[in-house]
């Protein structure tokens, strides 16, 4: 089983600071690698597919990077609805089966 | 507008069972895989089980093996998901998610239902 672990557990910045993300994997996951905003009470929104392709919608302000075992996901400048839970998941090729890593909450310095 | 509604959450005893249910509509179901997704309360995301698009394949996490099983009925734009001996580990919102169809993501998430195990 690939395990994904994501630092920092808590990110502290002030609206307008770039913010950077880390994930990494205990074995190569190629390129299959996604990134997830949740906000309190709400689903999680598919941010970031295929480790640097923006999902439908989500401004330019996120980029994601990396490939194999180490990724990044980065918030060029914070704006006030950016503070929220931050999750990277997985997929294996075969079976086809998912894994995400324990988050990281980016909140307001 | 692509929907995905979850129904069937409550509150069960352990080694109680029950059965979710996820309404699709928007989107041509039969042509992706699904996901069910769960959070338990203060945690973080886990990968429950999916299912293929024509139902030959499933696949389970670790935890629920055995215990759960995931279905879908096409014809009526559904994912199931069947709970049996259920666990107070098994509390949480179990989230139904559309898988992306090119790309490794869920795409589209349900709205969540909260099931409870506890005497």
């Known amino acids: 089983e690939i395990v994904l672990t994501q630092s920092p557990a808590t990110l502290s910045l002030s609206p307008g600071e770039r913010a950077t993300l880390s994930c990494r994997a205990s074995?190569?996951?190629?390129?299959?690698l996604a990134w997830y905003q949740q906000k309190p009470g709400q689903a999680p929104r598919l941010l970031i597919y295929?480790?640097?392709n923006r999902a439908t919608g989500i401004p330019a302000r996120f980029s994601g990077s990396g490939s194999g075992t180490d990724f990044t996901l980065t918030i060029s400048s914070l704006e006030p609805e950016d503070f929220a839970v931050y999750y990277c998941?997985?997929?294996?090729?075969?079976?086809?089966?998912?894994?995400f890593g324990q988050g990281t909450k980016l909140e307001i310095k | 507008e692509v929907q995905l509604v979850e129904s069937g959450g409550g509150l069960v005893q352990p080694g109680g069972s029950l059965r979710l249910s996820c309404a699709a509509s928007?989107?041509?179901?039969?042509?992706?895989?699904m996901s069910w997704v769960r959070q338990a309360p203060g945690k973080g995301l886990e990968w429950v089980a999916n299912?293929?698009?024509?139902?030959?394949?499933?696949y389970y996490v670790d935890s629920v093996k055995g215990r759960f099983t995931i279905s879908r009925d096409n014809a009526k734009n559904s994912l199931y998901l069947q709970m049996n001996s259920l666990r107070a580990e098994d509390t949480a919102v179990y989230y139904c998610?559309?898988?992306?169809?090119?790309?490794?993501?869920?795409?589209?998430w349900g709205q969540g239902t909260l099931v409870t195990v506890s005497s």
């Open positions: 074995q190569s996951v190629s390129s299959y």
């Open positions: 998610a559309r898988e992306w169809a090119t790309a490794a993501g869920f795409d589209y």
């Open positions: 928007g989107f041509t179901f039969s042509s992706y895989w």
């Open positions: 998941q997985q997929r294996s090729n075969w079976p086809r089966m998912y894994t």
């Open positions: 299912i293929k698009q024509d139902g030959s394949e499933k």
């Open positions: 295929d480790a640097s």
